[in-house]
């Protein structure tokens, strides 16, 4: 897996090059700045980017902008925002054009590196990494159409917005596989979501929708 790094603080940026090297990525390029990251994938082609929210020069949104011109500009790369910054607005703008490729991890909620790592190839290979604080700020403005929900649909919902296969969904929760199906399905018939050849019904109802509720 190839990697590029946007991240303005050097000892973390180093850090990080160190930790996934040894975990059998590769590092192929980094960088502080959005135009530093623009370039490095441009000329290198990684599959995925971790992006950091504050970077020069204001320290405000410019990696959530970075992120959103990638994601226009290269949509087959993956993109994880790595931020000490919790915002369902900025998740709301990079989840914007969908699910597809997008991660959004809180630098002081990752217990170890393996879960990181995992993340990442997660949102390489196209599917979505969430922290479950980002999923919960990002429902909580969204109580009349949560509440058609039961608890164990909630459950699922919550999973499903972070990324998880069915298959995960059911360890996690200890239940069959074909539970979470008709959890899932149910989810769908209350968001009145109805099944289409071309539609993603997955997608928009962990994203669409949580962008719905928190405009």
Known sequence: MRVVIAE??????????????TRGCEVVATTGTPEGLHEAVRSHKPDVAIVDIRMPPTFTDEGI?????????????????????????WAARLLAGGAHGVGYLLKERVAAVS???DALHRVASGG??????I?????????????RLTGRERQVLELMAQGYSNKSIAAQLVV???AVEKHAAAIFSKFDLPSTDADNRRVKAVVTYLVEVDA
Do not use: C, W, Y
């Open 8 to 21: 303005d603080l050097v000892i973390l940026r180093d850090g990080m090059v160190e930790l996934l090297t």
């Open 176 to 178: 069959t596989e074909r």
């Open 135 to 147: 999923v919960n700020k990002m429902m909580r403005g969204g109580q009349r159409r949560l509440d």
């Open 128 to 133: 979505t990494a969430l922290d479950p604080e």
């Open 65 to 89: 902008r970075a992120a959103e011109r990638l994601r226009a500009d290269h949509p087959e790369l993956g993109v994880l925002v790595f931020s000490q910054h919790a915002d369902s607005a």
């Open 115 to 117: 879960q990181f790592v």
